[in-house]
């Protein structure tokens, strides 16, 4: 298995198309669905508000999007990364 990731700028005022739309790409692009989503502070209080409806949510630690843990991470602001897990063999297949 490979690691992959995928860094993505969404900007500060991001709306959950954008956010749905990176999510999206990366599954098109891998074949797979990410096993976690890391998240620039500011990344993660905007998604609270967009799809929890509860900015504090960002404080809780247990954020998901379709089943995908979301986490805080040292990233520029504005940035998402998707990361998982490729079987190396298949990277070409596609």
């Known amino acids: ?16 198309t954008a956010f749905e739309d ?11 669905k990410p096993e976690r989503v890391l998240c620039a502070p500011d990344v993660l209080t905007r998604y609270c508000a967009l799809f929890e409806r509860r900015v504090e949510n ?12 979301l986490v805080a991470a ?10 998982g897990q490729v079987d190396e063999e298949r990277m070409g297949d596609w």
């Open 1 to 16: 298995m490979e690691h992959v990731r995928r860094e993505v700028y969404l900007g500060p005022a991001f709306d959950a």
């Open 22 to 32: 990176a999510f999206a790409n990366f599954r098109q692009l891998y074949h797979i």
């Open 58 to 69: 960002a404080h809780r630690g247990s954020i998901r999007f379709d089943g995908i843990p």
């Open 74 to 83: 040292i990233l520029a602001p504005g940035t998402v990364a998707f990361e």
